[in-house]
């Protein structure tokens, strides 16, 4: 048992030596490189991705045989073949720095007031939220309904028209009414009032969402991918309730089911507010001390 001890401590004392930093480095690697293999798993660059594995394993058999010529032409082409895999690419890398950006980590922290309102929704609109979809869900009225959470949808709000009301079961029901000017699109809820209807949402690229769900449910999707939105949808073929959040779409059962995800995203949301927004409420409290 010593000699063996021994052994392992000649091996050990030949290894490099590990400082912190090295640790902090080797930690950040890891989640770079598996926050990268999520994000090709969940494009159509992950189907590129196997054809450029072939690619690699033919390289190494013609390295390994002496295949100079094959070796020759796979140097030369090397080049156009990065820049054709950067087009190629061009649209998923362009959703990979939207989803870095929209993280906001460090304004997490120091969130100072940017003048934005309160995004808080209250007990009524939950409420009026949840009688509506389910009013719609009944006669099979499709409805597509994002609620804004940290991330601004005013580049979404801009892409339809401003209605700037107070949140009601009557009015989300009379926007997604068939054949009324409005019905078309998705509607953007801030806090306790619609902001805008007919929006236009981009569309998922998922190749996972399965083919019976229409665009309504692709576009959800889209938008749970570019923010941290919650989306609610009602199927006009089937009636069926869905919430996209995250870039992915969880089937809902009845008012209680939707009743529990609103008040779960309400509570996230003040806690969050407590924890992360300390400097934005001693602003606040110092203003209502001077006024």
Partial sequence: MAELMDRLGSWIWFLPRISLSNLVEIIIITIVIYEVLLWIMNTRAWTLLKGLAVILAFTLFAAIFELRTILWILE???????????????????KALEQLGSQKIITNILSFDDGKENTGFSERTVNEIVRATFEMAKVKTGALMVIEQNDSLKEIERTGIEINGLVSSQLLINIFEHNTPLHDGAVVIRGNRVTAATCYLPLSDNMSISKELGTRHRAAVGISEATDSLTIVVSEETGRVTVAEGGR????????????????????????GGKFKLWKGRLKNERKNHS
């Fill in 76 to 94: 030369k082409t090397a080049t156009i073949a990065a820049t054709a895999l950067l087009v190629i690419f061009q649209p998923e890398l362009r």
């Fill in 249 to 272: 779409l969880t089937r809902i059962s009845d008012g209680e089911a939707l009743r529990g995800v609103l008040s779960r995203k309400k509570a996230e949301e003040t806690v969050s």
